[in-house]
C-alpha cells in the first residue's frame, strides 16, 4: 500500500515524462521492510519496465558520502525532494545541494500542518527554525500542493519563501462502470483505508462510532506504524457497543482497494490532516462517497453528494451524518454515490491541473 507522498510523485512522474526526464533517488526497501524489492539491483541505476530511471540505495550504503558521490556525478537542473524531515532523503540532500549551489525543489508533503508538526515537535520546530535561519533556504523553492499548504509554508520559514503551487496530480484513470448498490435503511457499511497512527486518526473515528445508534460495520485496512498508538484503538475496539463491528484487515495491495469501494457504502476517514488525500479521490471515484474532517483540500463535498468535511471539534457532527447514511435507502445512497463519481472524474481530468505542474519545473 504506498504512501501518500510516494504515490503523489509516482503521479508527477507519469504524467511529466513527456515534458522533462526525470530520475529517481530511493531506497532498495519499502517502510519498515527488510527485504530488498525484487527485479531490482541495488546501489546502481536501473530502468524499469515503464522507462523510469531509478538508482535504489541499499540500507548499508545510504550515507552522506555516497549520496554526495551520487549527486556529484550527475547532471541535472533541478533536484526534487519529497519530504520534510527524512535525514537521508531530504536533510543531507539539503547540505549537499546547496553546497552545489544547485536548484532545490522541495515538496513538504503535508508535513508542516500543525497536526504533523505536532508529533514530535521537539526535533520538527528546532530544526524548521535552523532551516529557515540558514543559507539553504535561499536555493529552495517549496511546492505547495494547496492554498492551506502554501499558508503553512509560510508560517514555518516567512513570507518571503519561495513557493510554487500546484495541486497534485491524480493517478490516471479511466471512470469505472457504474454499479448499482444495495443500501437497506438502518445499517452502513463503512471503510477506512490508511496507515494505524495518530495523524490518521482512528481513535476518533471509533469515539464517533461508540455513539452511533444503528448498525455499523467498519473495514480499517492499512499498517500499524505506531504500536502504542494501535494498543489505545484495540481497547476501544473491544468495547465496542452490539450494533457497531469493527474489524482491523491489516495491510491492502493497490490493485486490491478498487474492488473493496465497490463493496462499500462510505469512506471514513476523519484524518487530521491531508497533503491530497489519494484514497479520498479514489473512493469517490469508485462511487463511495467520503465522511473526512475539513483538514484536507477536499471542501463542500456535501454541495455536490460527494460527501462531508467536517470539523473535527464537532464530533456530535460526525455522529449525525453516520447515521444520516444508515439512515439511507439505495434510491437515495445511489445518488450520493452517482454524484461523488461523477465530481471525481471531473477533476481527475481537469487539464488545467497538468498545466500548473508543468509550470512547476519551468
Known amino acids: 500500500m504506498a504512501g501518500g507522498p510516494i504515490q503523489s510523485s509516482f503521479n508527477l512522474i507519469n504524467h511529466l515524462k513527456d515534458h522533462y526526464d526525470f530520475s529517481v533517488i530511493t531506497r532498495d526497501t519499502d517502510y519498515t521492510d527488510i527485504v530488498p524489492y525484487k527485479n531490482i539491483k541495488s546501489d546502481s541505476w ?28 550527475e547532471e541535472f537542473d533541478i533536484a526534487y525532494l519529497n519530504s520534510m524531515y527524512s535525514p537521508r532523503f531530504t536533510i543531507i540532500p539539503l547540505l549537499i545541494l546547496s553546497k552545489l549551489k544547485k536548484k532545490i525543489m522541495l515538496a513538504p508533503r503535508g508535513m508542516l500542518a500543525p497536526s504533523a508538526i505536532a508529533i514530535k515537535s521537539w526535533k520538527k520546530k528546532p530544526f524548521l527554525l535552523w532551516m529557515k535561519n540558514s543559507n539553504m533556504i535561499k536555493h529552495i523553492t517549496f511546492h505547495a500542493a494547496s492554498v492551506q499548504e502554501k499558508e503553512h509554508i509560510i508560517n514555518a520559514f516567512g513570507d518571503k519563501a519561495e513557493i510554487k503551487l500546484a495541486p497534485n496530480l491524480p493517478h490516471k484513470m479511466e471512470l469505472p462502470p457504474k454499479t448499482e448498490r444495495k443500501k437497506e435503511p ?6 477506512s ?40 484503538c484495540k481497547s476501544l475496539i473491544s468495547k465496542m457497543p452490539l450494533n457497531i463491528e469493527v474489524e482491523h484487515l491489516g495491510p491492502i495491495a493497490k490493485e486490491d482497494i478498487p474492488g473493496k469501494f465497490k463493496d462499500v457504502h462510505f469512506l471514513f476517514l476523519p484524518t487530521q490532516g491531508e497533503n491530497f488525500g489519494h484514497t479520498i479521490l479514489e473512493a469517490m471515484i469508485y462511487g463511495a462517497p467520503a ?72
Open 46 to 73: 536501473n530502468i524499469l519496465p515503464n522507462g523510469m530511471r531509478v538508482y535504489y540505495f541499499s540500507t548499508k550504503n545510504i550515507n552522506y558520502a555516497n549520496i554526495a558521490k551520487l549527486i556529484s556525478e
Open 186 to 191: 438502518g445499517f452502513v457499511h463503512l471503510i
Open 193 to 232: 483505508i490508511a496507515r494505524i497512527s495518530p495523524e490518521k486518526n482512528l481513535l476518533f473515528a471509533l469515539e464517533v462510532l461508540r455513539k452511533v445508534k444503528g448498525k455499523v460495520k467498519f473495514d480499517a485496512y492499512g499498517p500499524v506504524y505506531d504500536y502504542n498508538y494501535w494498543e489505545k
Open 291 to 362: 465522511i473526512i474532517s475539513d483538514q484536507t483540500p477536499w471542501r463542500g463535498l456535501e454541495k455536490v453528494k460527494a460527501g462531508w468535511d467536517l470539523s473535527l471539534e464537532k464530533q456530535a457532527d460526525f455522529v449525525s451524518i453516520i447515521e444520516k447514511t444508515i439512515a439511507m435507502d439505495s434510491k437515495e445512497f445511489n445518488q450520493w454515490s452517482d454524484s461523488s463519481r461523477d465530481f471525481a472524474y471531473r477533476f481527475v481530468n481537469d487539464p488545467s491541473l497538468l498545466q500548473q505542474s508543468v509550470d512547476l519545473f519551468a
